[in-house]
Structures are given as structure tokens and as C-alpha cells.
């Protein structure tokens, strides 16, 4: 089961820091990452960091998003600076176990306005 938090409505430029939890069977997880949807479009990815620490980020986010997991693996953390109203979305978190299962939270709205 995952948990996200911290969405919410902020000015253009504005910052965000959303969190994700993981619980149950947190020991079989080897990726995390954080997807949006905006309406009318395709889920996206945001970015996404592996156990050991690798990252992989959109181009559109590079160098305003920043996203790192907690000591104990089973949190993730997005920190958002510098938001757009393009950043406007559903944002969802995603965890995927070594054998290859997603497992998704519920999303989280952020809304930025202009």
C-alpha cells in the first residue's frame, strides 16, 4: 500500500514537497518514482530513483525537481521548486518490486497557479 501526501495549490515559482509511504511487503521493493497526469493527457513520468540511489528525471522537470528516499527505503520525497501552471497534475507514486509489480497510491492534486 502506498500513501502520498503534500500536494496542494500554489503560485507560479512557488515550492511543493510530496511524500509517499510504502507499506506491507517493503522489503521486495526495488524502484520508486512519481508519475502526474494533467487532464486530457497521458500519465507521465516525473522521476523515479532506485534502491541504490540512481535517479532518472523528465526533461521538462530537470533541475527543479528533486527526488530521494528515506533511511528506511519504503518512503520517497519529490521536492518541487520553481512550479509551473504546467506542473499542474494528479501526481501518483509508484513502487516496483524486484520481480518486476507496480504497485500505485492514490494521487495527490497539484495546481499551480499563474
Known amino acids: 500500500q502506498l500513501q502520498a501526501s503534500g500536494g496542494g495549490l500554489v503560485q507560479d515559482g512557488g515550492s511543493l514537497r510530496l511524500s509517499c509511504v510504502a507499506s506491507?511487503?517493503?522489503?521486495?521493493?526495488?524502484?520508486m518514482g512519481w508519475y502526474r497526469q494533467a487532464p486530457g493527457k497521458q500519465r507521465e513520468l516525473v522521476a523515479v530513483?532506485?534502491?541504490?540511489?540512481?535517479?532518472n528525471y523528465a526533461d521538462s522537470v530537470k533541475g527543479r525537481f528533486t527526488i530521494s528516499r528515506g533511511n528506511a527505503k519504503n518512503t520517497v520525497y519529490l521536492q518541487m521548486n520553481s512550479l509551473k501552471p504546467e506542473d499542474t497534475a494528479v501526481y501518483y507514486c509508484?513502487?516496483?518490486?524486484?520481480?518486476?509489480?507496480?504497485?500505485w497510491g492514490k494521487g495527490t492534486q497539484v495546481t499551480v497557479s499563474s
Open positions: 509508484r513502487a516496483t518490486t524486484r520481480n518486476g509489480v507496480n504497485y
Open positions: 530513483i532506485t534502491t541504490g540511489g540512481s535517479t
Open positions: 506491507g511487503n517493503i522489503f521486495s521493493i526495488n524502484t
